[in-house]
Each structure stands twice: as C-alpha cells, then as structure tokens.
C-alpha cells in the first residue's frame, strides 16, 4: 500500500552466498539506509512451505536470487547468484531510471 518498490531475496538456510550476502550486503549500514528509503524488503526462505508460490510466481531455480518488483509485482530489476555490495547499490540507484 506504500507504492514503494519491494525487494524480494530468495534465499536458503544451508546457502552459502546467501549468507554471505547477509553480512556482507544486507548488514552494511549504507545498503540498508538506500534499501529503508527507496524500497520494502523481504526475505523468502525457499524451503518454506509457505512460499512456495511465489517461488514457483517468479520462477526462482537458485538461490541467492534478488527480484525488486514495482507495486503491481512487475519485476524491475532482478539478479541471480550472489552479487557484491557494488552491483546490490547499482540496481537500488538505477531504480530512478525505471
């Protein structure tokens, strides 16, 4: 209802670069302060039962996997595979160009 663009991380508990890309990306204080302003985040644990359609909506086959959607669930954005803090800030930037 925020109109904002979302952030969807499909992620995996035993996902190695997922983790990585928790410590390295998510918990860096400039990606979370573009990440609070210019979208909503959610992360979407794969095995869950619960998300197995948005998993199957989104065609998700790996993971990591970073899909940012508009406020109808048209994907701007997405990147499959682990990706570093400089590309994760290029694709929030490059949100404004959309």
């Given at each position: ?52 359609e948005i998993v199957k909506y989104y065609k998700v086959g ?32 490059n949100l404004n160009f959309k």
């Open positions: 209802s925020s109109n904002k663009n979302t952030l969807l991380f499909f992620t995996g508990k035993w996902c190695s670069p997922c983790q990585i890309m928790k410590r390295e990306v998510f918990a860096d204080k400039e990606v979370e302060k573009i990440i609070n302003s210019k979208v909503t985040s959610i992360m979407i644990d794969i095995d869950n039962p619960n998300t197995s790996a993971t990591p996997t970073t899909i940012i959607v508009d406020s109808k669930g048209e994907v701007l954005d997405y990147a499959v595979g682990k990706i570093s803090k400089k590309k994760f800030l290029e694709m929030l930037i």
